[in-house]
């Protein structure tokens, strides 16, 4: 391809981006396609002869847009925010023009000084403290990795390294592959799949520890399994605590767990990747939900969440980067540089050698929103959490199930489980909105949560409408279903238990009741 032809591709590129940003509501959230399907669609080989851009422009909105699920779209409220701003698509863009592998400082000093600074601007917006940040006199800092899994496993293995030293102080004679076989992490059960993955990965028993009754991770649930693992000749080595579960949002008590991983030499890592955590502390009000940071030995949370920069970004700080030079430090002499130890050398950082500029988009991010911009990203998301949140409130069929917290609401259907596995079922059927289900305590529940940076309040009206769309024509059918039932039982053709019976009664009659005050649309 030539230059003529790039900027003529570039630009027909950027349009589309744009258009499809704008009209991003017309699409169904959910893409309506079933597994295969695009192989029906495009060729089996690839082509003998080079192919048109025009050719293949076209084949976006014919091959691709079909099967893809709109993450942006204002009615995606599942799983968690993904970023995604111009800026930051601006940022991606110059890092593949660049086209460099940042892995060391000399590979492309540009590269990793632009990460240690917006690092450090990135920390200080957070309130880290500033043990944690490179600008400090000691050997903290901040570091870009791909993903929070990674992050969770560089913290993990960081901390087996740290630990086979210490207990190698102690016990000289003892073999490294000995120790290593005693060591043990621990995790809530709340904890992200992630975490329980780090723990396969390097090799650790993860502990999934059970929580309280707001998914919290307490101290003397901590403090009771490694003092059953110690008892059995194991070595306690790795906690991570979560702040915002995937599941609740819900914040494992570091004040308790915190002095306990000091106390007993674990490496504390806090994993507030969804970005309903993370991002949220760089509004001073919710600061206080970092409280016992200072504990910390590894701080992770993911701007590709909620903080408008595109995946992948997800920022790591630890309090000491020597335990990771430790753990991951590989000399080859043509990685070598007469620089070594006046700045990072990332890959000593990181599982993989090479690294792309991803400093270049949260660069870009944090310059053209401004703190300020951010902070108002961040309110917006919360108070559209808040308006539906109150819409579910209003409407006495529904019951909210765990604590709103910033973006997420998790409610239900009163009732059975079943009418909420039915309202979500038929929800998904439609594809109109995206919810992803879970249970907390025997409750099956729906969660939602405000992702796109594209929604209003119509767009959580839109959502709610659909939703009691669905709610009324279930209970509309129930209640036929229990008509049918009733009629049927006086001519005696269905012989049903007494209890069932009075079961069926007072849900009629709970029925009737929801009726008189349920909302006008009911009717
Ligand atoms: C999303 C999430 C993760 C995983 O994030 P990746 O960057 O996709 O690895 C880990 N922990 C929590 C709490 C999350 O919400």
């Given at each position: 391809m030539e230059a003529k032809e790039f900027k003529e591709f570039g630009k027909a590129t950027i349009d589309w981006i744009v258009d499809y940003n704008a009209t991003i509501r017309d699409r169904n959230v959910l893409p309506d396609v079933e597994p295969g399907y695009m192989s029906k669609l495009i060729p089996k080989e690839a082509p003998q002869k080079a192919e048109s851009w025009q050719e293949i422009f076209r084949d976006i909105e014919r091959v691709i847009m079909p099967g893809v699920t709109h993450w942006n779209s204002p009615q995606f409220h599942a799983y968690y925010p993904t970023a995604n701003s111009y800026p930051a698509i601006i940022g991606e863009l110059l890092s593949a023009g660049i086209g460099g592998?940042?892995?060391?400082?000399?590979?492309?000093?540009?590269?990793?000084?632009?990460?240690?600074?917006?690092?450090?601007?990135?920390?200080?917006?957070?309130?880290?403290?500033?043990?944690?940040l490179n600008c400090s006199d000691g050997p903290g800092g901040g570091v870009i990795q791909g993903s929070a899994s990674e992050a969770?496993?560089?913290?993990?293995?960081?901390?087996?390294?740290?630990?086979?030293?210490?207990?190698?102080?102690?016990?000289?004679?003892?073999?490294?592959?000995?120790i290593k076989s005693k060591l043990v992490a621990y995790t809530?059960?709340?904890?992200?799949?992630?975490?329980?993955?780090a723990g396969l990965l390097g090799a650790m028993p993860m502990r999934l520890l059970p929580?309280?009754?707001?998914?919290?991770?307490?101290?003397?649930?901590?403090?009771?399994?490694?003092?059953?693992?110690?008892?059995?000749?194991?070595?306690?080595?790795?906690?991570?605590?979560?702040?915002?579960?995937?599941?609740t949002c819900a914040f494992d008590n570091l004040n308790e767990i915190g002095p306990i991983c000091n106390k007993y030499n674990m490496w504390l890592h806090l994993d507030a990747a969804y970005a309903v955590a993370g991002a949220a502390f760089i509004c001073p009000e919710y600061q206080h939900l970092m409280s016992g940071i200072q504990y910390a030995d590894s701080f992770n949370f993911n701007p590709h969440k909620w903080l408008l920069t595109n995946f992948?970004?997800?920022?790591?700080?630890?309090?000491d980067s020597r335990c990771l030079i430790e753990a991951f430090n590989v000399e080859r002499i043509y990685l070598a540089h007469d620089k070594e130890g006046l700045v990072p050398d990332y890959r000593h950082w990181q599982?993989?050698?090479?690294?792309?500029?991803?400093?270049?988009?949260?660069?870009?991010?944090?310059r053209l929103y401004g703190v300020e911009g951010l902070q108002a990203h961040i309110r917006h998301s919360i108070k559209l959490a808040k308006r539906f949140e109150i819409l579910v409130k209003a409407d006495d069929r529904c019951e909210i199930v765990t604590e709103t917290i910033m973006g997420l609401v998790c409610f239900r259907m009163k009732g059975d489980n079943s009418l909420t596995k039915e309202l979500f079922d038929r929800l998904m059927e439609r594809k109109r909105i995206y919810l992803?289900?879970?249970?907390?305590?025997?409750?099956?529940?729906?969660?939602?949560?405000?992702?796109?940076?594209?929604?209003?309040?119509?767009?959580?009206?839109f959502a709610w409408d659909e939703i009691t769309s669905q709610v009324d024509e279930i209970l509309r059918s129930k209640r036929h279903q229990h008509q049918l039932i009733d009629c049927n039982n006086t001519n005696k053709e269905i012989e049903l238990p007494g209890k069932q019976l009075v079961a069926i009664a007072a849900t009629i009659e709970g029925l009737k009741m929801n009726d008189a005050k349920a909302s006008p649309k009911i009717s």
């Open positions: 592998v940042g892995f060391s400082w000399i590979s492309s000093p540009a590269c990793t000084e632009l990460e240690v600074v917006t690092m450090n601007w990135l920390g200080k917006m957070l309130g880290l403290p500033k043990e944690f969770t496993l560089v913290g993990l293995l960081a901390a087996k390294e740290r630990t086979v030293r210490r207990i190698k102080t102690l016990h000289p004679d003892l073999d490294d592959a000995v809530s059960d709340q904890s992200n799949s992630s975490v329980e993955k929580v309280d009754e707001k998914c919290s991770l307490r101290g003397d649930t901590l403090l009771q399994a490694m003092k059953k693992d110690e008892e059995a000749g194991l070595i306690p080595c790795y906690v991570v605590a979560t702040l915002g579960t995937t599941g992948d970004c997800s920022a790591l700080w630890v309090r599982i993989p050698l090479g690294r792309r500029f991803r400093a270049l988009k949260l660069w870009f991010v944090l992803t289900a879970a249970t907390y305590r025997d409750k099956f529940m729906i969660r939602f949560v405000v992702c796109s940076r594209h929604c209003q309040p119509e767009d959580i009206d």
